[in-house]
């Protein structure tokens, strides 16, 4: 591919030692059909850019779909994704096939470009001069050139695709290899403050080009309190529990965190391994804090049902697991890590209305395993708040 141009210019060389001042017309030629070139080429990066765009979004959105299989299911939700993914499948089709016609305009120009360097290189050379005459020599050796040329010529169009696709490639990982990391240093962990979680002032967002999603939050938790974080639906309940986790960007103000955390998400993050494992998660096992765990978080009655007990394997994703197990399971991981904070995301969501009873009453509740930790609970069950003590809405 690197020789093509070294090949063209050789030929070229030749040429003009054959045809003179003629070869001129053919370099003309293929001068004009570059810039062309150009100008498609330019037009094929934005076209492969936006099909890459939609391939993210529609290998995005299936993701989403088996993730969420069977609650879709249970909604009779797919006609609606479907038509999503067709529509996006559609668009993605729509630049696949602009991209295709204008890399087949750049083969064909190539293809087309041999031909017309010939035709010009030969018209000019009888036109220049009467006694110029294409004899059998001339024009067999000049044939001959511009068939070391066409391989060369046919490579270009190649090594142009090729090299698009590249460059989107390069600027797609550069974007993402480049991307601002989060400030390690937007949570501070002052011990000579008495409180073990502290937002003064916050403003917070996703990321630094969008408007904050919090604003000036002010929180101070004391030591073995309970805080219940109430509110509708994407009000941010769960972006205050990423600020504590520094997981969002920080806009202004103090976050100050002290001592161990342990963090319960609203969904539920399950490892391929056995179910004690998950629970253990490293750390060494102790018999009596494990059962009392697995007691407290309702797990017993689950082990009883898994084939192998809390020995069971558990597939991907917790696949063998219902929604509500893998939200114990989780429970129970923090519960035993014995952290000093511990920050639940609706933990109770998933679980029955007893079952919940049942956690806030044993673990996360005034007279639960947990009751001389900070807990800050987010949650939609109103009926837990008069026994909480703090309400954030």
């Not at 050139?145 to 600027?171: A, D, E, G, H, Y």
């Not at 109430?230 to 009000?235: D, I, P, R």
Request: net charge positive; hydrophobic share 45%; with cysteine.
């Amino acid at each position: 591919i690197w020789t093509a141009p070294i090949s063209i210019g050789v030929a070229l060389y030749f040429l003009w030692n054959l045809l003179g001042v003629s070869t001129l017309a053919g370099l003309a030629v293929m001068l004009i059909v570059m810039p062309i070139n150009s100008v498609i080429a330019n037009k094929m990066k934005t076209l492969q850019a936006k099909q890459m765009q939609l391939k993210d979004d529609r290998v995005k959105l299936v993701n989403e779909v088996l993730a969420g299989i069977k609650v879709l299911k249970l909604y009779a939700w797919e006609p609606s994704f479907r038509d999503k993914i067709t529509d996006i499948r559609e668009r993605e089709l729509r630049e696949l096939k602009a991209a295709s016609l204008w890399n087949s305009s750049v083969s064909f120009l190539w293809l087309c470009s041999s031909f017309l360097v010939s035709l010009a290189t030969f018209g000019m050379f009888v036109l220049i001069d009467e006694r110029n005459v294409l004899t059998t020599e001339i024009a067999f050796v000049s044939m001959a050139l511009f068939n070391v040329m066409r391989v060369p010529i046919i490579v270009i169009p190649i090594l142009v695709q090729l090299t698009l696709q590249f460059m989107v490639s390069l600027k797609r990982i550069s974007k993402f290899m480049n991307a601002e990391e989060l400030d390690m240093e937007s949570v501070s962990h002052d011990k000579s403050r008495k409180e073990p979680l502290i937002i003064d002032g916050g403003s917070f967002s996703w990321s630094p080009d969008e408007g904050p999603v919090l604003r000036n939050i002010t929180l101070k938790v004391q030591p073995g309190q309970l805080v219940a974080v109430v509110g509708t639906v994407g009000s941010g309940k769960s972006s205050l529990i990423s600020a504590f986790l520094g997981e969002m960007v920080k806009l202004s103000g103090y976050v100050n965190t002290i001592g161990k955390i342990a963090y319960v998400p609203q969904q539920a993050w399950i490892q391929n391994d056995t179910v004690k494992d998950n629970i253990l998660f490293g750390n060494s096992y102790e018999s009596k804090k494990y059962f009392r765990t697995v007691e407290n978080c309702a797990l017993k009655a689950d082990f009883n049902m898994l084939p192998a007990g809390d020995s069971t394997e558990i597939g991907e994703k917790g696949i063998n697991l219902s929604g509500g197990q893998k939200q114990r399971v989780s429970l129970a991981r923090a519960l035993y890590h014995d952290a000093d904070t511990y920050l639940m995301d609706d933990p109770l969501s998933a679980v029955d209305s007893h079952v919940g009873k049942h956690i806030f009453e044993n673990v996360i509740g005034p007279k639960g395993q947990l009751n001389k930790k900070t807990r800050i609970l987010v949650t939609h069950a109103v009926t837990f708040l008069p026994q909480v003590d703090v309400i954030v809405v």
